[in-house]
């Protein structure tokens, strides 16, 4: 049993910042990748970034240059950083990790989402 609970979301003014974070717990065995994906009203959940293990960051073209993700490997925990918010940033984030309990097996696990608004 795993589970993945995100935190940090809430009603941001735009221009202002937020850091988003999610850890795992559970009968976690090995942890590889952790990513962070969103989903506005009416549109398809799309990445945002994720992080291997070694924590070799990757971004979605839309968010290059004001995300930043990082994670802390012994709390199993992923963290967002968005900077410069916009009202197009507005979506529910959720939190996916790759995650082993039964070795070598590795499944995706998501959290329940955390919401963001960006509105003034």
């Known amino acids: 049993q795993v589970q993945l609970v995100e935190s940090g979301g809430g009603l941001v003014q735009p221009g202002g910042s937020l850091r988003l974070s999610c850890t795992a717990s559970g009968s976690i065995i090995r942890i590889s990748a952790m990513g962070w994906y969103r989903q506005a009203p009416g549109k398809e959940r799309e990445l945002v970034a994720d992080?291997?293990?070694?924590?070799?960051?990757n971004y979605a073209d839309a968010a290059k240059g004001r995300f930043t993700i990082s994670r802390d490997n012994p709390r199993n925990t992923v963290y967002l950083q968005i900077n410069s918010l916009k009202p197009e940033d507005t979506a529910v984030y959720y939190c996916?990790?790759?995650?082993?309990?039964?070795?070598?097996?590795?499944?995706?696990?998501w959290g329940q989402g955390t919401q963001v608004t960006v509105s003034s």
């Open positions: 996916k990790a790759f995650i082993s309990t039964a070795w070598p097996t590795f499944e995706d696990y």
């Open positions: 992080v291997g293990s070694s924590g070799t960051p």
